[in-house]
T-cell receptor
């Protein structure tokens, strides 16, 4: 089955700096890669996603990149703000199935 | 519609008791998913429904777990003879499926936190 590894597990940045979270996946059949933000006591919130036919996608301060050959994908947050502090999860889904496999999460702390 | 809702938000039960959780998906969504999340980990897939049909089940879904979606709207997840290892956050998600369109986005509810004492 799919295995998703995520690094780093914790990340502290100064407000205004950029944050980068990296993930690798194992199943070459995976074709959909969402990123979720989870705040304490809440369910995961979909913030951006990318499909395997696209190499990069951007939405305001958030961007994702995908390297299918190397089987890794990354989340980039620019101009970080204190409200970006949360746990971020990467995930992967193989084509033809609905099971989404999540990484172990990155706790991001943005220091004002 | 404000999103996926789950009830109850918290449940404390004694080992050996049965518990049932409810999930109401986003109204136009015909796919519904259950996940389990333990402390410090990402959500783990349990099962999913398309309308009333249960189409995928994880090996994590032991015989003590059963999920239903009788009318293709809300869903229930029952855990029989609870064990301390069942303590976790149980998350529900929903998505829309239209034949011929690739729509993968899953939207999560707030979860039900189960504590087994």
């Amino acid at each position: 089955g799919e295995n998703v590894e995520q690094h780093p597990s914790t990340l502290s940045v100064q407000e205004g700096d950029s944050a980068v979270i990296k993930c690798t996946y194992s199943d070459s059949a995976s074709n959909y890669f969402p990123w979720y933000k989870q705040e304490l006591g809440k369910g995961p919130q979909l913030i951006i996603d990318i499909r395997s036919n696209v190499g990069e996608k951007k939405d305001q301060r958030i961007a994702v990149t995908l390297n299918k050959t190397a089987k890794h994908f990354s989340l980039h947050i620019t101009e970080t703000q204190p409200e970006d502090s949360a746990v971020y999860f990467c995930a992967a889904k193989p084509g033809g199935y609905q099971k989404v496999t999540f990484g172990t999460g990155t706790k991001l702390q943005v220091i004002p | 519609d404000t999103g996926v809702s789950q009830d109850p938000r918290h449940k404390i039960t004694k080992r050996g008791q049965n518990v049932t959780f409810r999930c109401d998906p986003i109204s136009e969504h015909n796919r519904l998913y259950w996940y389990r999340q333990t402390l410090g980990q990402g959500p783990e897939f349990l099962t999913y429904f398309q309308n009333e049909a249960q189409l995928e089940k994880s090996r994590l879904l032991s015989d003590r777990f059963s999920a239903e979606r009788p009318k293709g709207s809300f869903s229930t997840l029952e855990i029989q003879r609870t064990e301390q290892g069942d303590s976790a956050m149980y998350l529900c998600a929903s998505s829309s499926f239209i034949a011929g369109e690739a729509s993968y986005e899953q939207y999560f509810g707030p979860g039900t936190r189960l504590t087994v004492t």
